[in-house]
């Protein structure tokens, strides 16, 4: 190999990320000091990132084996079957850090990149939904704040758009997500993205790179400098590292959708004429990632030429084009003899193919630049062989989060307090962002944002799809282990309302830094949790994401797993939906429903601090009532289904309201046990899992008390929410006209967007 | 090129960036419009008004301008 | 009967449109690159993001080959139907006057809008009746119709204003809630509404769109 002028040092090696004691077992693994190109891509793979390097064991123990599920952890997405020979891709990401750049590209390019995690395994995408979070707004009534506020305002609007502008131009429907504002995002947004896609069980192809002899295809843009940005310490020295240039180096990368479009149309029909034996996405570390993990799943080595790349880009190094992060790229491996097909079907969609390099037997990733070779690496000890970091948890021995500011007055009447989070920004009308996703293209929805609990995809046989995407990060800060395991069943819950089992399960896990032993103890604990709800709920992880690192100068974002699940229902003209359809159907509370107050939107808006723990969960009772609401939406006996979440039963109840144009009449007993946290405030706003608001023919909602707890409460009808509470003296209660309500719902977020 | 909305219609992005401008502490600002810049090597510069015309631009909502740098 | 709807790279909802033809009579896709309209006796334009919207919205499909066969085909008589995006294209092409500029909101917005059939003989609207009530889902960012007001006098008096917003429903500004407009002839019609997504009341929670193409296959029968 010819000699660099200057060999990287230590000094280039922590730069790049990688710890002395890492740099030593790289040298060691090549055997002498790795050159530019090989440092560059060992700091990429080793990063935390590509190499899981703190969460990988723990990852280890989550389930991942289920009767549905036909591509598990471990591809670019995972996969279950959903009837008819049909299965559904899907997983989510993050794309946390490049949104807090740059919030448009950021939250753009993450959309990209899960869309092509799912065409890379020989899905059609059918549909993407989104999680997000950010700091607090500022009050709605402020139309220009300064400092924090107006920056969460600017993220908010730039991501909205972003994901927007990407699903809307690429033609995969928008159908769902979540939006929450919390104080310690304010510095760390979380940016999760989920997409499902639908193929034939034959279709799924594997990434894995086969047939020592077969060439390397990219396909897709050409390669730029985008995403090289703390690479660029590797410059030459004629280029340099600093100043000006430094300047020509971006950072964002920058996502164009109608060339994924021409990206998608031209993999699946690649794959559909059987022309690959292998597919992978070039996502984060570019072709870097793709070619060594290919490589490391085919047991193979591979040969990349960079002077065959095509560059938007003059004098691009070697380890720039190893390491760009240019976008709507594709790698795949082809039979000699096929070649000619491929390049003749990339030109058809007008995208760009060439081939840049072969499969080998050598088990080593070699780069060359022309006749040149430029760098050498095992292949094992790129991908398999970085180190694995055991964590050290420890409980924190005192609250780590600030208490959230207060906006509500501990004393305001009920009534008050319904409004005021009805008006919140965590609970308000989210109007305003999903009216800029198209959610109907693929003429596949049959349950559009706000209509249901989750999204409802219909399928060719008549049945449907269903899917939620739910995380909770104050809740999981209370109680890292118990505040998962609600989230989990928050998602199965969504599920059940619109009727559908849930199938399989994909998670974000968004963290804090895992070398502090409390967030190494956050991130166990809801891991543990993650995989007893899974476990519980027969729901298995088919692949997922996490995303470490998440602090500030302010501290730690709360633990925050977002769960995406995947259900089916049998019959999709029997989606359950929310909305009170009827006056004069009962209204009844299902499921053993304990609320108490501690980590709840109240407790938030109240400003108290977090409780330390969470009550335990009945998990096995939630899951019975999960199936009983289920049979209850299958059999068309019931009007409505929505589970109570944040602010409790009041709030589930005003969403019902609002939802279908009714008011409600309730009596609520309050819980004379004060030790069990019994009183007014929790009767009417407290949270805990496993409890659902129905309504329907009382008889109907009677009858499901042979399997769960029913409590009949009230009815529909008229122009008020109206709730006495029974059991309180002297009589409690509140009083809210539907108008007001709904004032007070629609103004929470709309202000936020110009 | 210089692609410009016609006068008389609505340029809601010139608008929007005309009302954001003084809560920056830019006064005085008006007459804000929004428009596209298209540069290209041409070695027939006659035959840009064409080029303009069918494509560039559309004349029914937009004004161009040619400016040429030998 | 058959209809033919074009695919142009970025087109989204020509699948969606397929499926609502299909509903009525065959259809087949024809790919831009084609001049061969396949025997097609009325073509669909439909919506997406054609060419990434570069430039301007439909400003460089209206040069594809197809879309050369489709103007031919609309100059002797054809029925033309495009579709937001594709209503974009015909006024490019300049099958029909106009033209359509960014929302006034400057953004995408998906909504379910109601639509009032302002003229209920042309090909495209014969199914329904005067003033009838169209409930079709619009999601666009780039759907504010406009024309001179001498041309949009003219446009009222000849009947070429074929759907308008119901009251309250224009949320793009267009001139005049105007929605939809045919040519002179009346044998081609543009919309921003996508009455291929309101063909099913499970998916689109109307199935007033399907009249649309109902009164194109009785246009074409008549004809016959």
């Known amino acids: 190999m010819a000699e660099a002028a200057t060999l990287p040092g230590v000094g280039d090696a922590l730069a790049l990320g990688l710890t002395r004691d890492e740099y030593e077992l790289v040298c060691a693994k090549q055997g002498r000091v790795p050159n530019q190109v090989e440092l560059a891509m060992y700091s990429l793979l080793w990063s935390e990132h590509c190499a899981y390097k703190h969460s990988k064991k723990l990852l280890r123990t989550l389930p991942t084996q289920g009767e549905h599920v036909v591509m598990g952890p471990g591809e670019n997405a995972g996969a279950v079957d959903v009837g008819g020979g049909l299965v559904c891709a899907f997983k989510v990401e993050s794309h946390n850090h490049p949104s807090a750049v740059e919030p448009f590209q950021g939250a753009a390019t993450g959309v990209g990149g899960i869309l092509r995690d799912i065409f890379a395994i020989g899905a059609r995408p059918i549909a993407v939904l989104d999680s997000l979070r950010f700091g607090e707004p500022g009050p709605a009534s402020e139309q220009r704040p300064s400092g924090p506020a107006a920056r969460v305002r600017y993220l908010l609007e730039g991501a909205v758009s972003g994901i927007g502008h990407y699903g809307n131009s690429i033609g995969v429907p928008t159908v769902g997500g979540e939006v929450y504002f919390e104080g310690p995002y304010e510095q760390n947004c979380l940016v999760n993205a989920m997409a499902l896609g639908l193929a034939r069980r034959e279709q799924l192809i594997r990434s894995a790179a086969a047939g020592p002899g077969n060439l390397l295809v990219l396909f897709g843009a050409s390669t730029g400098r985008d995403g090289i940005g703390g690479a660029s310490v590797l410059a030459s020295a004629e280029l340099g590292g600093e100043g000006e240039d430094a300047a020509k180096r971006p950072t964002v990368q920058v996502g164009d959708p109608f060339e994924e479009k021409k990206l998608l149309e031209c993999s699946l029909e690649l794959l559909q004429l059987g022309l690959l034996v292998s597919l992978q996405d070039l996502g984060a570390a570019g072709l870097t990632s793709s070619a060594a993990e290919m490589a490391s799943k085919g047991e193979v080595g591979i040969d990349i030429d960079v002077a065959r790349v095509p560059l938007r880009e003059a004098g691009m190094e070697p380890f720039e084009v190893m390491v760009s992060e240019s976008q709507e790229r594709m790698l795949c491996v082809v039979e000699p003899a096929n070649l000619q097909a491929v390049l003749r079907v990339c030109e058809k969609w007008e995208v760009g193919g060439t081939a840049i390099g072969s499969v080998t037997e050598t088990m080593l990733v070699r780069v060359l630049d022309g006749a040149e070779l430029v760098g050498e690496m095992p292949v094992r000890a790129l991908v398999d062989e970085c180190p694995l970091y055991d964590l050290h948890p420890e409980k924190p021995a005192a609250p780590i989060y600030a208490p959230p500011e207060a906006s509500v007055a501990l004393g305001c009447s009920h009534r008050e307090a319904l409004l005021a989070l009805l008006a919140s920004p965590n609970l308000a009308s989210r109007r305003a962002l999903f009216e800029q996703y198209d959610a109907i293209v693929q003429s596949r929805t049959v349950r559009r944002p706000e209509q249901a609990d989750a999204a409802v995809l219909a399928l060719p046989d008549g049945s449907a799809i269903a899917v939620s995407i739910d995380g909770n990060g104050r809740r999981v800060a209370a109680d890292p282990r118990r505040g998962t395991v609600a989230a989990v069943l928050e998602c199965a819950a969504n599920l059940a309302c619109v009727g559908a089992e849930p199938l399989g399960t994909t998670n974000n896990l968004n963290f804090g830094n895992p070398e502090k032993p409390h967030i190494a103890w956050q991130l166990c604990e809801s891991v543990a949790g993650l995989a007893e709800a899974c476990r519980a709920l027969r729901a298995p992880i088919v692949g997922g994401n996490v995303s470490l690192y998440n602090e500030g100068s302010t501290g730690p974002i709360y633990p925050t797993p977002v769960i995406g699940m995947v259900g089916r229902l049998p019959d999709a003209r029997r989606a359950g939906a929310l909305a009170f359809q009827r006056a004069g159907d009962a209204i009844a509370v299902v499921g053993a429903f304990s609320p108490s107050a501690g980590a709840g939107e109240l407790a938030k808006l109240e400003g108290r601090p977090l409780p330390d723990g969470l009550p335990e969960i009945d998990i096995q009772a939630a899951v019975a009532t999960h199936a009983a609401v289920r049979d209850a939406v299958r059999a068309g006996s019931i009007s409505s289904a929505h589970d109570i979440a944040e602010g409790g039963l009041a709030v589930a109840v005003a969403e019902c309201c609002l939802a279908g144009g009714f008011g409600a009449s309730l009596r609520v007993d309050v819980d004379v046990d004060a030790d069990a946290g019994g009183d007014a405030r929790s009767a009417l706003f407290g949270e805990a899992p496993g409890g659902f608001i129905l309504s329907g023919p009382a008889s109907e909602l009677e009858a499901l008390g042979e399997r769960v707890p029913v409590q009949l409460i009230g009815s529909v009808g008229g122009e008020m929410l109206r709730i006495d509470l029974v059991g309180c003296e002297p009589p409690d209660g509140l009083d809210a006209a539907l108008a007001e309500l709904q004032e007070a719902h629609a103004g929470g977020l709309a202000g936020f967007f110009h | ?70 | 009967m058959k209809f033919g709807v074009l695919q142009f790279p970025g087109s989204c909802d020509e699948v969606d449109a397929l499926g609502a033809a299909r509903r009525v009579g065959e259809a087949e896709l024809i790919w831009h690159g084609d001049r061969d309209l396949g025997g097609a006796e009325a073509i669909v334009v439909p919506g997406g993001f054609s060419y990434g919207d570069y430039l301007r919205a439909g400003a460089i499909a209206r040069f594809s080959p197809a879309m050369e066969s489709v103007i031919d085909f609309a100059a002797e008589g054809g029925l033309v139907l495009g579709i937001c995006n594709g209503f974009q294209v015909l006024c490019e092409a300049r099958l029909l006057p106009g033209a359509l500029l960014p929302n006034t909101n400057l953004r995408f917005t998906f909504r379910q809008v109601e639509l009032e059939v302002q003229a209920a003989s042309t090909p495209f609207t014969r199914a329904c009746s005067p003033g009838q009530l169209l409930s079709i889902p619009a999601k666009h960012g780039w759907g504010r119709y406009y024309a001179e007001s001498h041309t949009l006098d003219a446009m009222q008096d000849a009947g070429q204003v074929v759907l308008r917003y119901a009251q309250g429903q224009n949320f793009n500004g267009s001139a005049r809630d105007i929605a939809g407009v045919c040519n002179e002839q009346g044998n081609v019609f543009g919309l921003m509404p996508h009455p291929e997504h309101a063909v099913e009341e499970l998916i689109g929670g109307s199935s007033d769109g399907l009249l649309i193409f109902e009164s194109m296959r009785m246009a074409v029968a008549g004809r016959g």
């Open chain 2, 1 to 70: 090129m210089l692609i410009r909305p016609k006068a008389g219609i609505l340029d809601p992005q010139g608008v929007a960036v005309e009302r954001a401008l003084p809560a920056l502490g830019f006064e005085g600002v008006h007459n804000v419009h929004i428009g596209r810049l298209v540069e290209l090597d041409v070695s027939e510069p006659g035959r840009l008004e064409e080029m303009c015309e069918k494509l560039l631009a559309n004349p029914l909502v937009e004004d161009y301008e040619i400016i040429l740098d030998r």
